[in-house]
């Protein structure tokens, strides 16, 4: 007995200083990237190759309905990690199904419905599964209960979600035309030519959805509006000469010295109240030319709190060279207050003969 005894402390004793099982990886020489750990595991159990494809990217940190969180792509899947949640369900599967559709233009729920006597009906989208899916669909799904023999409704919900359509005939990437139906996370292909269970094959919803992204050019990046003292620069011309923020009412000339008689110019104002300018104040100016006065406007500051008014200086008789052109220059807020100020501008017209 005390050689029975002493084999199983030997044997105790091993398994302790064993080293622990090294985590799976998976490579493969048509791609780049391997699949490592958990997700190694999961692609392992869920199906491998015939139902999840080759990766497609690394495991990396990503944004998915606003959280981030570690995900990868597969020809047919994207794994999303979530080791809050205990296993299997810190692994989830993308809605590739949903949002293939949705990139295509497409809502499933104005689909029109399935008949609800139909077999394999359900009522959680009004759809039923096909005859020539249903095989496939009931047969395979991800291990939930440790039985690798049969799969259980719930384990085929898992891997591929409920139908969200009914089947019908459509062109598929490759632009061949198949008997079609859609799930949450697939598409489902017959191929009658092929011999079963090859007559049903899954679309490369992964590889369509990094395809889409990789033509979709990314979101321009804003530039950012300059500011001075947290007061934003003017846009377009009126960026010429435009003095320091102060408070209050201001402007100015965009051509200060105009250099060809009927040249056009410039007049620019705006209001800083409490340091925050003014969007939406009516602005008029009257430019008081040697022979005549007229008014100008108005125009409604925008959201740099800058309007612009533009207008010919005319002839000689009008702006004379060497003498100041004075203008007046009224803006009005929303609530009927006036705010005055001048500006001016002086030509530099070459002498004449």
Request: hydrophobic share 35%.
């Amino acid at each position: 007995m005390w050689r029975i005894g002493l084999i199983a402390a030997l044997l105790i004793a091993l398994l302790l200083i064993a080293p622990a099982q090294a985590a799976p990886q998976f490579c493969f020489p048509q791609v780049h990237d391997c699949i490592n750990g958990r997700f190694a595991t999961y692609w392992r159990d869920g199906g491998e190759l015939a139902i999840f494809g080759l990766p497609l990217t690394p495991a990396a940190k990503g944004v998915q309905d606003g959280e981030y969180h570690t995900q990868q792509v597969f020809e047919r899947a994207r794994f999303e990690y979530h080791p809050e949640q205990q296993r299997p369900y810190d692994v989830l599967l993308g809605r590739l199904g949903v949002d293939s559709l949705a990139a295509q233009g497409r809502d499933w729920q104005t689909f029109p419905k399935g008949d609800p006597s139909a077999p394999h009906y359900f009522a959680e989208t009004g759809h039923a599964i096909a005859p020539q899916f249903w095989a496939f669909w009931s047969t395979h799904g991800l291990e939930l209960d440790g039985n690798k023999r049969t799969k259980t409704p719930a384990e085929s919900l898992a891997l591929f979600g409920y139908p969200v359509s009914e089947a019908q005939m459509e062109q598929n990437a490759d632009g061949g035309t198949y008997l079609t139906q859609w799930f949450e996370r697939a598409r489902f292909e017959y191929h009658p030519d092929q011999r079963a269970p090859y007559d049903v094959l899954l679309g490369r919803l992964g590889a369509e959805a990094l395809a889409r992204q990789a033509a979709s050019p990314p979101p321009a990046t804003p530039t950012p509006t300059p500011t001075i003292g947290g007061i934003p620069q003017p846009k377009g011309d009126c960026i010429a000469n435009v003095p320091e923020p102060a408070e209050g009412p201001q402007a100015w000339m965009t051509v200060p010295a105009p250099a060809t008689v009927g040249q056009f110019n410039s007049i620019c104002a705006r209001l800083i109240l409490n340091g925050k300018v003014v969007e939406g104040a009516q602005v008029r100016a009257t430019v008081n030319f040697f022979e005549n006065s007229q008014t100008f406007g108005p125009v409604k500051t925008g959201a740099d709190g800058v309007a612009e008014i533009g207008f010919n200086i005319g002839d000689e008789r009008q702006s004379r060279r060497h003498q100041t052109v004075l203008v007046n220059v009224t803006i009005t807020t929303a609530d009927g207050h006036n705010y005055r100020t001048q500006t001016s501008y002086q030509p530099d017209y070459p002498k004449g003969p």
